[in-house]
């Protein structure tokens, strides 16, 4: 039996905006008419635009291999952000006045004369500006195996120069990920990008950081006196963070096979989870200080062990089954997978922290696709009082008493619940040896108590890059340290492959194996 309380609305207006407005800039998005520039991206300008955060002096200059003009280019990112779910109504007056900041320049990124072209257009752009104004942001939307020389590129043309801290006009550069294949990969990067451009001008997106969930888990912690200090091995018997899936790889079969569900979620953006949640708080809510304690929770991560791989991880494939009542097919049988395929979709792990906040309290970290359900959350499960209420009054027969959990919801429904036992209304307890236990969740959400609808993860990180705010990107040394973590363990896999892959249906929570890795310290895995 469960109760909901929900939060009540919040009696404050909704704001169109309580952020800072960008600096003056131009946005070289290479990669322009690629996927996610025509899904997310150019969408998430036209918000920026639409809610007054784009400075008067910003411009965007899109470059990728189709020869188009500023006309036909403008069409086409009229039709991607006119049909991006994530455009909070498009309003064509916003959008004239938009359009008109957008331009074009043609040519294959790999090779020297479309940066050639990129300055000239860029000239053209910054007309009449004042060195100030004069700001470029450059973002690679592209695919890996073009990086290399796109950053070799940028840097001997002179289109992207090393800056010092305080320089402007500025110079930053937007990375996505992935930051390589392996710990090698991932410090053949880290060396290539730092061998051209300072750290402060690098900002590595993991859009998981722009949500506002996750945003919110140093406040939660530093403004409530009543989480801060349970915040511990003392309090919290076990974390729990989740990112499940419905979709399979949705076409993506070949990608997927070079990556798998660690490389693709749990090395990245679980990590960035698990970090945020285990550091301790920072001296001030400065870029460094925050990622400096996000390194020292990362640090102190126990180092996995081959010789007892099975009690802190295990790796499984979804099979054919149910999503919503529509049948889908298993891994093996999706478009270029081999079908002998060992790549995970599914992994569950058991990382140690040792440290004195957090020793003998397991991080269970688990992500997977074609899962049960859509939910991406961390939840913290309380240890039982030492004073127990059924040690004082008797319960009803069966009846035990659910731990207390509090669980941070990064998607959907972004928010928080708060989950703890109450007595179900009832016969006085003096009247009756049996009383009558419920868990009950008190609920916040954030669409229901501030009124306004999130802002897209992309949304305000591209927002923060024009500010200069590096909080919510991941630093060099992070990117080093998530390697070290998994590299071991996707190094064994490949060394040692399963006499018979591991599976679980799709529609399910994952396979029995992963059940059973918790099992055994008394935990089990939610099922939101």
């Known amino acids: 039996?469960?109760?909901?309380?929900?939060?009540?609305?919040?009696?404050?207006?909704?704001?169109?905006?309580?952020?800072?407005?960008?600096?003056?800039?131009?946005?070289?998005?290479?990669?322009?008419?690629?996927?996610?520039?025509?899904?997310?991206?150019?969408?998430?300008?036209?918000?920026?635009?639409?809610?007054?955060?784009?400075?008067?002096?910003?411009?965007?200059?899109?470059?990728?291999?189709?020869?188009?003009?500023?006309?036909?280019?403008?069409?086409?990112?009229?039709k991607a952000v006119s049909a991006c779910d994530e455009v909070r109504g498009f309003?064509?007056?916003?959008?004239?006045?938009?359009?008109?900041?957008?331009?074009?320049?043609?040519?294959?990124?790999?090779?020297?004369?479309?940066?050639?072209?990129?300055?000239?257009?860029?000239?053209?752009?910054?007309?009449?500006?004042?060195?100030?104004?004069?700001?470029?942001?450059?973002?690679?939307?592209?695919?890996?195996?073009?990086?290399?020389?796109?950053?070799?590129?940028?840097?001997?043309?002179?289109?992207?120069?090393?800056?010092?801290?305080?320089?402007?006009?500025?110079?930053?550069?937007i990375v996505e990920k992935p930051f390589g294949s392996s710990l090698e990969t991932g410090l053949a990067l880290n060396e290539l990008v730092l061998g051209r451009f300072a750290e402060h001008q690098v900002y590595r997106i993991d859009h998981y950081l722009g949500k506002e969930t996750v945003q919110n888990v140093l406040v939660f912690r530093a403004a409530n006196?009543?989480?801060?200090?349970?915040?511990?091995?003392?309090?919290?018997?076990?974390?729990?963070?989740?990112?499940?899936?419905?979709?399979?790889?949705?076409?993506?079969?070949k990608y997927y096979e070079s990556s798998g569900v660690v490389r693709d979620m749990i090395q990245n953006h679980l990590l960035q989870l698990l970090a945020l949640t285990a550091m301790e708080l920072p001296t001030r809510l400065e870029a460094n200080a925050v990622r400096d304690e996000k390194v020292k929770a990362l640090r102190a991560i126990r180092p996995w062990e081959a010789s007892s791989h099975g009690d802190w991880v295990v790796r499984a494939q979804y099979a054919a089954g149910h999503i919503k009542d529509k049948a889908v097919p298993g891994y093996r049988q999706e478009p270029d997978v081999?079908?002998?395929?060992?790549?995970?979709?599914?992994?569950?792990?058991r990382f140690m922290i040792d440290n004195g906040r957090w020793r003998g309290v397991p991080f269970l970290v688990r992500s997977g696709k074609r899962l049960a359900k859509r939910v991406t959350e961390i939840a913290i499960e309380f240890k039982h009082p030492a004073y127990r209420m059924e040690e004082l009054v008797g319960l009803t027969p069966g009846a035990a008493l659910e731990p207390n959990v509090l669980v941070l919801r990064v998607q959907p429904n972004d928010g928080v619940t708060l989950r703890f036992d109450a007595k179900v209304p009832g016969a006085a307890m003096a009247l009756t040896p049996e009383i009558e236990v419920a868990a009950v969740d008190m609920d916040f959400s954030y669409a229901e108590a501030f009124g306004a609808e999130l802002s897209p993860a992309y949304e305000t990180l591209m927002l923060d890059v024009m500010i200069g705010d590096a909080t919510l990107f991941t630093r060099?040394?992070?990117?080093?340290?998530?390697?070290?973590?998994?590299?071991?363990?996707?190094?064994?896999?490949?060394?040692?492959?399963?006499?018979q892959m591991p599976t679980y249906p799709a529609g399910s929570w994952g396979p029995p194996e992963a059940h059973a890795l918790i099992d055994r310290d008394g935990f089990r895995w939610r099922e939101p």
Not at 42 to 63: E, I
């Open 1 to 78: 039996m469960a109760l909901t309380i929900k939060a009540q609305p919040s009696q404050f207006p909704p704001s169109p905006s309580r952020r800072e407005r960008g600096d003056a800039c131009t946005m070289i998005l290479l990669g322009v008419t690629g996927d996610l520039a025509r899904r997310k991206l150019l969408g998430c300008v036209y918000n920026l635009h639409a809610a007054n955060l784009l400075s008067d002096r910003f411009a965007l200059l899109g470059v990728d291999r189709l020869p188009m003009d500023d006309a036909s280019f403008r069409e086409l990112a009229r």
């Open 338 to 349: 081999f079908p002998e395929s060992n790549t995970p979709t599914f992994a569950a792990m």
């Open 476 to 499: 060099s040394d992070e990117v080093e340290l998530g390697w070290r973590i998994t590299d071991p363990i996707l190094a064994h896999w490949e060394a040692n492959p399963p006499l």
């Open 225 to 253: 006196a009543i989480f801060e200090p349970v915040w511990n091995r003392d309090h919290i018997a076990s974390v729990q963070i989740t990112a499940a899936e419905t979709v399979g790889v949705e076409g993506r079969g």
């Open 91 to 173: 309003d064509e007056a916003r959008w004239s006045e938009l359009e008109a900041r957008l331009f074009y320049a043609g040519g294959d990124l790999t090779q020297e004369e479309v940066y050639k072209l990129v300055d000239q257009r860029l000239g053209e752009i910054e007309v009449g500006r004042l060195p100030s104004e004069k700001n470029r942001i450059f973002y690679l939307s592209v695919p890996p195996f073009v990086f290399q020389p796109i950053v070799k590129h940028l840097s001997a043309s002179g289109l992207a120069p090393r800056t010092q801290g305080a320089a402007r006009p500025w110079v930053r550069v």
